[in-house]
């Protein structure tokens, strides 16, 4: 058995990554409910929203009000998504703690994504980075398609590291690598981060897998063997990303955590008021959650609509 890392740092993107792409409107005032309540479990990294143009993403419009609307516990950054300059003005003048931007390792999956090429989209994030940290903010780079890509199949890991020194070069503090569709095997991402290690600071990076082949927990496990000790997961497994067909839900948070604590790696998160939080968005999606620990919980007690 590899040696493991004492404590795992989770950070969770439900708010945004996971209910981006869920097609019942969520209120408001649910969506600042449930982010208090992920307040209270013990995670320090809540990814809230995104500050886009609402036609693209209409499930997210309300990111000021949210911003506004929870109650933010000292100790855990309260995160968004910001696509552009416009985008970080409205973030930052609801006093986001880090912005978020994000690329794709992908030609044809960036354009799709952003209307850009990834030549074109350098310069956009680079003013991105820039502003924020000037405004005293952390910044956060995440890269799409890590492991393959809807429309290109495999992307070659070194288009991945191009794209991730550039995001570094920017000045961005951590590095998230998506495995957008979930095809990612355990021995494509030991392969992967065999040759990452060479070229990124494993400190510095965080990974994200989708769980559409049910592969995402053995995935974790052999980032954990790698050195990797940051994790993106989506309580539940809510999410998916709206512009790749077939990217079910992310990796389950509360499947993530259990995994985790029950190998004796710390995580900080407490699973029964994570199940709270779980409990309560499932009864406001109108259906089950996907994740293990949900599933079991249904069966055992039935599902409580609130």
């Avoid at 209120?27 to 693209?56: C, R």
């Avoid at 995935?219 to 790698?226: D, F, G």
């Amino acid at each position: 058995m590899f040696e493991m890392p004492e404590k795992v740092t989770i950070r969770e993107v439900g708010p945004r990554d996971g209910l981006q792409n869920e097609e019942e409107k969520i209120a408001t005032e649910d969506k600042i409910d449930w982010i208090n309540l992920l307040s209270q479990s013990g995670l320090d990294y809540i990814e809230f929203s995104s500050f886009v143009h609402p036609k693209w993403i209409p499930q997210l419009k309300d990111a000021r009000e949210v911003a506004e609307g929870i109650t933010r516990t000292p100790g855990i950054t309260y995160a968004a998504l910001v696509p552009n300059k416009k985008g970080l003005e409205n973030a930052i003048d609801t006093d986001v703690d880090e912005v978020s931007v994000f690329m794709s390792a992908s030609e044809t999956h960036n354009k799709k994504n952003i209307n850009k090429t990834i030549e074109e989209t350098y310069p956009v994030l680079e003013e991105v980075v820039s502003e924020a940290k000037a405004a005293g903010k952390t910044v956060r780079g995440y890269v799409s398609t890590v492991f393959g890509c809807p429309y290109e199949g495999k992307i070659a890991p070194s288009r991945v590291f191009e794209v991730s020194n550039r995001l570094f070069q920017m000045g961005i503090d951590e590095l998230s690598l998506g495995d957008t569709i979930g095809v990612a095997n355990p021995k494509q991402v030991d392969e992967f981060l065999k040759q990452m290690e060479e070229n990124v600071p494993f400190s510095k990076v965080a990974m994200h897998f989708h769980n559409t082949s049910g592969m995402a927990l053995a995935n974790v496990l052999v980032s954990l063997e790698r050195g990797i000790t940051k994790f993106d997961a989506a309580l539940g497994g809510l999410g998916g990303c709206p512009y790749a067909d077939g990217a079910s839900g992310n990796l389950a948070t509360d499947d993530l955590v259990h995994m985790l604590e029950e190998m004796g790696i710390e995580t900080g998160v407490n699973q029964e008021k994570l199940a709270e939080a779980a409990t309560f968005i499932q009864s406001r999606i109108s259906k089950e959650l996907p994740s293990h620990q949900m599933q079991i919980r249904n069966r055992q007690g039935g599902r409580n609509d609130g």
